[in-house]
């Protein structure tokens, strides 16, 4: 059975941008008569005592996803990062990695985002092809948050395709992206 996670990025929650949205539409590929849920929102601690590498590995070691016949997981902003990490580390494959606005090693965000994603990053990024059959990251040309540089740089190290979204910003609901139809076709 097909298992979908969402994944926030720093200061987020699971009702944040278009991740609301994303989960009524893979609700919708449940076959009829399931009762439990196909996709996974978790809530991350956030903040600057609680949002860290290993208080987000806790969270996720509750789903237990190696035990998912096929998982997909959309990760939005410092989320891909950690989603690398977190796999490599703990050596789990899974079907498909759909990354927006990731980036790793990048700092010069602000203090307080800097303060909470530095332990999200890893060396050996890359390492990440041997953990999913596609990986597929959006970003956008002029994101205000994270240089286009640092989004281009993650892309070309882990991505299998690249998808450029002209004048989206940091492809979250404060440019527009409160639903985000193009992410269907990864489902």
């Not at 240089?147 to 892309?155: I, V």
């Amino acid at each position: 059975m097909k298992r979908y996670f969402i994944i926030h990025g720093s200061f987020s929650s699971p009702f944040a941008n278009w991740f609301p949205y994303l989960e009524a539409e893979i609700e919708k590929t449940k076959p009829e008569g399931m009762e439990e849920p196909i996709c996974y929102v978790p809530q991350f601690p956030t903040g600057y005592e609680y949002q860290n590498f290993t208080n987000w590995e806790r969270v996720l070691d509750c789903y237990d996803i190696a035990n998912f016949d096929e998982v997909t997981i959309f990760a939005h902003s410092i989320a891909p990062a950690f989603v690398c990490k977190y796999l490599i580390k703990h050596q789990i494959k899974v079907k498909k990695l759909v990354f927006v606005c990731g980036f790793n090693n990048y700092l010069g965000v602000n203090e307080a985002y800097d303060s909470v994603n530095k332990s999200m990053f890893s060396d050996d990024i890359e390492k990440i092809k041997n953990y999913a059959e596609e990986i597929i990251c959006l970003y956008s040309d002029n994101d205000p948050y994270v240089k286009y540089d640092a989004e281009k740089d993650f892309a070309d190290k882990v991505a299998t395709k690249q998808i450029i979204v002209k004048g989206g910003g940091h492809l979250n609901k404060a440019f527009g992206y409160e639903q985000f139809p193009k992410l269907k076709e990864f489902i």
